[in-house]
């Protein structure tokens, strides 16, 4: 079973950098894609990152892109976000999440419907 634990939020200035971790503490069985979502105050979540079991694949929101690196180191079961240039309106609860559907094992999906499990979050706060 997947167990997504989120880490690394803080409070950073504009054009500051942090790197969050989601590490899965579980019992690995298969294959799955993990993404990086976000929810700002009183926005929905929304995508920010994701990436597939191999790293082969990657897809980013185009507000972050060329901002942010997704990265999967799977012999730590960790995934990372690194995330530079950062601006006020990132300030956000981060989570990470993990789909175990057969058709995004190899390839990413950026639609919230599709993940299972979530972390609990980490919260970033960018200063102006």
């Known amino acids: 079973q997947v167990r997504l634990a989120e880490s690394g939020g803080g409070l950073v200035q504009a054009g500051g950098s942090l790197r969050l971790s989601c590490v899965d503490s579980?019992?690995?069985?298969?294959?799955?894609?993990t993404g990086w979502f976000r929810r700002a105050p009183g926005k929905e979540r929304e995508f920010v990152a994701a990436i597939n079991w191999s790293g082969t694949d990657t897809d980013y929101a185009n507000s972050v892109r060329g901002r942010f690196t997704i990265s999967r180191d799977t012999a730590k079961n960790t995934v990372y976000l690194q995330m530079n240039s950062l601006k006020p309106e990132d300030t956000a609860v981060y989570y990470c999440?993990?789909?175990?559907?057969?058709?995004?094992?190899?390839?990413?999906?950026?639609?919230?419907?599709?993940?299972?499990?979530w972390g609990q979050g980490t919260k970033v706060t960018v200063s102006s």
């Open positions: 579980g019992r690995v069985v298969r294959p799955y894609t």
């Open positions: 999440a993990a789909t175990l559907r057969s058709r995004w094992a190899r390839v990413t999906t950026p639609s919230v419907n599709e993940y299972d499990l």
